[in-house]
């Protein structure tokens, strides 16, 4: 996207646009807003994976259900059943 502002903003002029996609090419910013975002999203992400993994262990001792069937009834992805069986 600079790119497109930069080809506008300067067309005349070779070096300016030169010196600006040197400086901002490519490279993503990052922020404290951004970092505390984040952290956010994984701390309840973690949260939520423990709270499955309860859940999952609820229904095997309360139902006699396998691991396997306790998933498929709150049917959880993949790489959710994944994270779940590393905090089991």
Do not use: P
Request: charged share 30%; glycine share 6%; no cysteine.
């Amino acid at each position: 996207m600079a790119e497109k502002v930069v080809d506008n903003l300067a067309a005349d002029y070779a070096s300016v646009k030169e010196g600006v996609r040197t400086i901002m090419g490519g490279k993503i910013l990052e922020y404290e807003a951004k970092t505390i975002l984040q952290k956010g999203i994984q701390q309840e992400r973690q949260k939520n994976e423990k709270e499955l993994a309860q859940m999952v262990k609820n229904l095997m001792a309360n139902l006699g259900l396998t691991v396997e069937q306790a998933f498929n009834s709150l049917g959880l992805s993949d790489d959710t059943r994944e994270n779940i069986l590393k905090n089991m």
